[in-house]
């Protein structure tokens, strides 16, 4: 199993399940592990990170970087079938304050998503939730949606 690393990153306290992930976790294997984001900014937002702690893509063990690709096109795939977006946004900056761990956002992007919200600007979810606004999603359809995921990925993302 990887290393779980930094007491005091927030992605590695996800990662040893000292936070609890909206709905539980998605998938979980010997490097990678996914998660619906917290806080819960738009139904469907997920987020991927490698188990052990490591700050910067080009920092990924070999095996790690070619589990990526099949892995996210997996997801991506189980997406599509559970969500039904038009499109699914691939992010990675890992700046913010206490989770500079790597994590990579997959985030649908729906066909009534406002064109002020959409490329980049989608973040703004993010931010308005963090900042107390309200939540795009229930509790209970974020369960239902991280079922629904984790048993499309069982199925293998087809």
């Not at 738009?42 to 490591?54: C, D, E, I, N, S």
């Not at 038009?86 to 989770?99: Q, R, T």
Request: aromatic residues 6%; glycine residues 8%.
């Amino acid at each position: 199993m990887a290393d779980r690393g930094d007491a005091a990153c927030l992605t590695c306290r996800f990662n040893r399940g000292e936070l609890p992930a909206p709905g539980g976790v998605i998938h979980e294997d010997d490097l990678w592990q996914l998660q619906h984001v917290e806080p819960v900014a738009l139904l469907g937002w997920l987020v991927l990170k490698p188990l052990r702690h490591v700050e910067a893509f080009a920092d990924l063990t070999a095996e790690e970087a070619a589990t990526f690709g099949p892995l996210a096109r997996r997801i991506t795939r189980a997406m599509i079938q559970v969500l039904r977006p038009v499109k699914i946004y691939i992010s990675l900056y890992a700046e913010a304050e206490g989770f500079a761990h790597l994590h990579v956002h997959l985030i649908p992007r729906h066909a009534d998503t406002p064109p002020e919200r959409r490329g980049p600007r989608i973040f703004e979810y993010l931010r308005e939730r963090k900042a107390g606004g309200q939540y795009l999603a229930t509790s209970g359809e974020v369960e239902r949606t991280t079922a629904a995921l984790r048993e499309a990925l069982q199925r293998g993302g087809q």
